[in-house]
């Protein structure tokens, strides 16, 4: 925990993990893309990216990441994005500061660091986040949320305002006896500008936010665990594919693959509630895979295990689905396609 400490945010297991699982919830393909493959071709194939305290990028990424937001692209960016070229040089800007319509203009350590530069222990809350009326922040409209780390201050160009800092109420300095209570200090009367900022870029669109927000995920905050899944359905709300069960459950889990012949999409669902029941197993009521009919064209439904059942495949809206009803722990099935 000490070393942990000491290395973030330069530590990036916890970002990475932290966008994997909050994106996974909102039950949508999810796929881990490594640097080499970030190329125009390949990022074409993607209907969203998530760069999660992304800090090192070169030129030639961002000018990637820049044409395929232009053209249509949804990217979600957080943090000190950008901010060290391919060499590690310190970089004054975002190198997509327009593509997040908004400029780069500090960080704030004041709260998450003591009066020796060393990091608060632990999930310590050292800013505070709330809605600034946006439609995106309608989950978040009645609350203030904590978030523990440093955070930047941006200026906004050309992008709308999600949610903005909400300042502690002091700033610590345990060796000069100024604390508050047990507990971190509550929210203060100040702001501190835009926290979160979403802006439409050519035929795209972004969403920046300016706090570590997934390396928080390793605390599983409530609201980052509720807040993210939404965001990105908001964001993208006709997927190529989606997992939902219903009643809405994080623990039931599913992943999509093509085969090797491409004419077949394997499909698999996992009931992981026994986690959150100490090992008592419920059954889910459905489960909902639907696709958009537009790019794939699914004509034929089978599950393959635990046992061999066809399924109806119905169309509604624009969109083909497939309702799993009281499905079992884990089933794997088939998506024929046309």
Request: charged share 25%.
């Amino acid at each position: 925990e000490k070393l942990d400490a000491e290395n973030r945010p330069l530590d990036f297991r916890h970002s990475t993990l932290g966008a994997l699982e909050t994106v996974t919830y909102a039950g949508r393909p999810v796929e881990s893309l490594a640097e080499f493959r970030l190329t125009a071709e390949e990022i074409a194939k993607y209907e969203a990216l998530v760069l999660p305290e992304v800090e090192v990028l070169s030129d030639a990424q961002a000018e990637v990441i820049r044409g395929w937001v232009k053209g249509g692209g949804t990217l979600l960016a957080s943090y000190k994005c950008g901010l060290l070229d391919e060499q590690r040089r310190a970089r004054s800007n975002f190198p997509m500061a327009d593509v997040f319509g908004v400029d780069y203009a500090s960080e704030e350590r004041r709260y998450a660091y003591d009066a020796e530069g060393r990091p608060q222990p632990g999930d310590f809350t050292s800013t505070y986040l709330e809605s600034a009326g946006h439609p995106l922040a309608q989950m978040l409209a009645v609350s203030t949320v904590g978030m523990a780390g440093s955070f930047l201050t941006v200026k906004r160009t050309t992008a709308e305002e999600v949610m903005r800092y909400r300042l502690p109420f002091m700033a610590q300095d345990m060796a000069h006896h100024k604390w508050f209570n047990w507990g971190p200090p509550p929210p203060g009367s100040e702001t501190a500008g835009t926290a979160v900022a979403y802006n439409r870029f050519g035929k795209g669109q972004s969403v920046y936010l300016g706090v570590p927000i997934f390396w928080a995920m390793q605390w599983r905050p409530f609201w980052i665990r509720q807040w993210i899944p939404e965001l990105v359905r908001q964001l993208v709300k006709e997927p190529i594919a989606e997992l939902r069960p219903e009643p809405f459950s994080e623990y039931v889990h599913g992943t999509l693959f093509y085969d090797e012949s491409g004419r077949f999409i394997l499909a698999q669902v996992l009931n992981a509630l026994e986690l959150a029941t100490e090992g008592e197993y419920r059954t889910i009521p459905s489960v909902r895979l639907s696709v958009d009919r537009n790019r794939l064209k699914v004509t034929g439904a089978r599950m393959v295990w635990p046992e061999e059942k066809g399924f109806e495949v119905r169309e509604r809206g624009g969109r083909t689905e497939v309702v799993l009803q009281n499905p079992p722990r884990y089933a794997a099935l088939y998506l024929k396609l046309a």
